[in-house]
T-cell receptor
């Protein structure tokens, strides 16, 4: 089945530690995105990638980093500079980079701080 | 600036009845897209319905339909014959239509939690 796989489902971070969230898609989509969801809030865009080897900051990129070395993969690193990392993180993709495109989402990663 | 407002944090409906979720938005763009996404307890977001603002006809998808009032900047979602599986968080979202760029300006509301009572 085609889709987006996020792992792990739950992740715990210690103070000063960097952690990486995995996102893999087999939909052959060009565009991929990372969103953060806090309780009682909508989704906020962290980073997005239009194509392999390219990515841009979203609205809340500080304390995060990404890479897009392969079309299928768009990992997100939450660095120690992100002081409030506890949130639910959603990865998404779309066929192409166009504002009207439907987004396909993964099942998310819940990140908590120990 | 783009904003999306969902004024109903929670709603409930009896199974088989109809419910309407409200959404208002603000944008300086002349053309744009509007969406309703559903987030069930599994937390995976799923597109429910999509509306192109330049189309006057309201979008429908089976039991889901919208009431799009462009002048009032209102985009409500109507769910007919509600089913237990419709219980979820529903998010309204808006993005501008443009000749370049992408979904980086997809703005979400804070969501409405829908409960379906048997």
């Amino acid at each position: 089945d085609g889709g987006i796989t996020q792992s792990p489902k739950y992740l715990f971070r210690k103070e000063g530690q960097n952690v990486t969230l995995s996102c893999e898609q087999n939909l052959n989509h060009d565009a991929m995105y990372w969103y953060r969801q806090d309780p009682g809030q909508g989704l906020r865009l962290i980073y997005y990638s239009q194509i392999v080897n390219d990515f841009q900051k979203g609205d809340i990129a500080e304390g995060y980093s990404v890479s897009r070395e392969k079309k299928e993969s768009f990992p997100l690193t939450v660095t120690s500079a992100q002081k409030n990392p506890t949130a639910f993180y959603l990865c998404a993709s779309s066929i192409r980079f166009n504002r009207g495109e439907k987004l396909f989402f993964g099942s998310g990663t819940q990140l908590s701080v120990l | 600036a783009q904003t999306v407002t969902q004024s109903q944090p929670e709603m409930s409906v009896q199974e088989a009845e109809t419910v309407t979720l409200s959404c208002t938005y603000d944008t300086s763009e002349s053309d744009y897209y509007l969406f309703w996404y559903k987030q069930p307890p599994s937390r995976q977001m799923i597109l429910v319905i999509r509306q192109e603002a330049y189309k006057q006809q309201n979008a429908t998808e089976n039991r889901f339909s919208v009431n799009f009032q462009k002048a009032a900047k209102s985009f409500s979602l109507k769910i007919s014959d509600s089913q237990l599986g419709d219980a979820a968080m529903y998010f309204c979202a808006q993005s501008p239509r443009a000749t370049q760029g992408g979904s980086e300006k997809l703005v979400f509301g804070k969501g409405t939690k829908l409960t379906v009572n048997p």
